[in-house]
Structures are given as structure tokens and as C-alpha cells.
């Protein structure tokens, strides 16, 4: 998807962190303003060659850094509910 599609994702699902509430406006004021990673649900690793598909906020999550390289570290990297179970 495009840089532009992926902003307005990130817009629509909000700039706090899905697994852990992290708030980078909060935390770092004006420079935080509108950060936040966008995770793919459905690794691209995973899509058949030529697949294409069309992207929707479905397929993303919004993660902090460090949410971001953990659940990347789970065998089911679309497990936002196991990456909240660990973190409490």
C-alpha cells in the first residue's frame, strides 16, 4: 500500500498502541503528534506470488516500537490478544 493509504490508516485507527496503550503524543508532546507503526496483519511474506489485495484498516494494527518487534518475535504475528496477555 501506498505511504499515503497507510497514513490514513493510522488516522483512522488512532495513535495509540493496540496491545499496549502507549501514547507517543503523551509521552513525547508535539513530537509524538501522529506517530505510531502500522502493523500488517497478514504478513506480505505470506501473500502468493501475484496476489493482490486490496488494503483496508482490517489488516493493520497499530503498534508502538517496541509492540511492533515483539509480536514479530510470536508464531502468529496477527495475535495482537496473545502480545496483550504477555504484556500483563
Same mark, same amino acid.
Given at each position: 500500500? #501506498? #505511504? #499515503? !493509504? %497507510? !497514513?490514513?490508516?493510522? $488516522?483512522?485507527? =488512532? +495513535?495509540?498502541?493496540?496491545?499496549? =496503550?502507549?501514547?507517543? @503524543? =503523551? $509521552? +513525547? *508532546? @508535539?513530537?509524538? !503528534? *501522529? +506517530? %505510531? @507503526?502500522? /502493523? /500488517?496483519?497478514v504478513p506480505i511474506s505470506e501473500l502468493k506470488k501475484g496476489e493482490v489485495r486490496k488494503t483496508s484498516e482490517k489488516d493493520f494494527a497499530t503498534l508502538c516500537s517496541n509492540c511492533h518487534r515483539m509480536i514479530h518475535k510470536l508464531s502468529d504475528p496477527s495475535d495482537i490478544e496473545k502480545l496483550k496477555r504477555i504484556i500483563k
Open positions: 500500500p #501506498s #505511504s #499515503s !493509504k %497507510i !497514513k490514513r490508516i493510522k $488516522k483512522k485507527l =488512532g +495513535y495509540i498502541c493496540q496491545a499496549c =496503550g502507549f501514547d507517543y @503524543e =503523551g $509521552k +513525547y *508532546g @508535539e513530537l509524538g !503528534k *501522529g +506517530y %505510531i @507503526e502500522a /502493523h /500488517h496483519l
